[in-house]
T-cell receptor, first 112, second 112 residues
Framework: DARVTQTPRHKVTEMGQEVTMRCQPI?????VFWYRQTMMQGLELLAYFRNRAPLDDSGMPKDRFSAEMPDATLATLKIQPSEPRDSAVYFC??????????FGEGSWLTVV | QKEVEQNSGPLSVPEGAIASLNCTYSDRGSQSFFWYRQYSGKSPELIMF????GDKEDGRFTAQLNKASQYVSLLIRDSQPSDSATYLC????????????FGKGTRLSVIA
């Protein structure tokens, strides 16, 4: 059963700490998206990659967020330093040449 | 700025009734349209997508698209309590595998 895998599923951290979230896209999918979901803003695109190349990261606060795709099976999203306003659910999604994208189960982040 | 608007609800319907969920979008260049369902604490899961004006049926679900009015809807026939969830409308511009722009979702409650 092909699925997008995200770790960690839940993370509670103190303000100022570094947070790294990881995503394994569905095998064969060449496009990876990072979305953030909050009650107020809904699902917002943070960044996305195609064939490991970053295409758009305009949704990310550049001073504290970074996204990379070191290989085809791993995408990472880092927050350093983390702030309470970063508390949200971070979803990774992947897709291929077809039109559909599939979401991982999300990383639930709480920054205290 | 692409925008997707949905009534936040909650929309309450009795079991067995038809639930009608609506969505409008701002970008006339949008090419494909998606409905996702999200249960509380879970990730979005794709219900169906539509590209062409008119209706598309899949089981109890029918998506309707009117590009001239920039309007998409989802009908759920014979609504069941298990359909109670938040329904997210998403829109994509030209080209495959570009990011989806999501509405904030409509919360549906099916009353037994």
């Amino acid at each position: 059963d092909a699925r997008v895998t995200q770790t960690p599923r839940h993370k509670v951290t103190e303000m100022g700490q570094e947070v790294t979230m990881r995503c394994q896209p569905i095998l064969g999918h060449n496009t990876v998206f990072w979305y953030r979901q909050t009650m107020m803003q809904g699902l917002e695109l943070l960044a996305y990659f195609r064939n490991r190349a970053p295409l758009d990261d305009s949704g990310m606060p550049k001073d504290r967020f970074s996204a990379e795709m070191p290989d085809a099976t791993l995408a990472t999203l880092k927050i350093q330093p983390s702030e309470p306003r970063d508390s949200a659910v971070y979803f990774c999604a992947s897709g291929s040449s077809g039109n559909t994208i599939y979401f991982g189960e999300g990383s639930w982040l709480t920054v205290v | 700025q692409k925008e997707v608007e949905q009534n936040s609800g909650p929309l309450s319907v009795p079991e067995g009734a038809i639930a009608s969920l609506n969505c409008t979008y701002s970008d006339r260049g949008s090419q494909s349209f998606f409905w996702y369902r999200q249960y509380s604490g879970k990730s979005p899961e794709l219900i169906m997508f539509i590209y062409s004006n008119g209706d598309k049926e899949d089981g109890r679900f029918t998506a309707q698209l009117n590009k001239a009015s920039q309007y998409v809807s989802l009908l759920i026939r014979d609504s069941q309590p298990s359909d109670s969830a938040t329904y997210l409308c998403a829109v994509r511009g030209p080209g495959g595998n570009t990011p989806l722009v999501f509405g904030k979702g409509t919360r549906l409650s099916v009353i037994a």
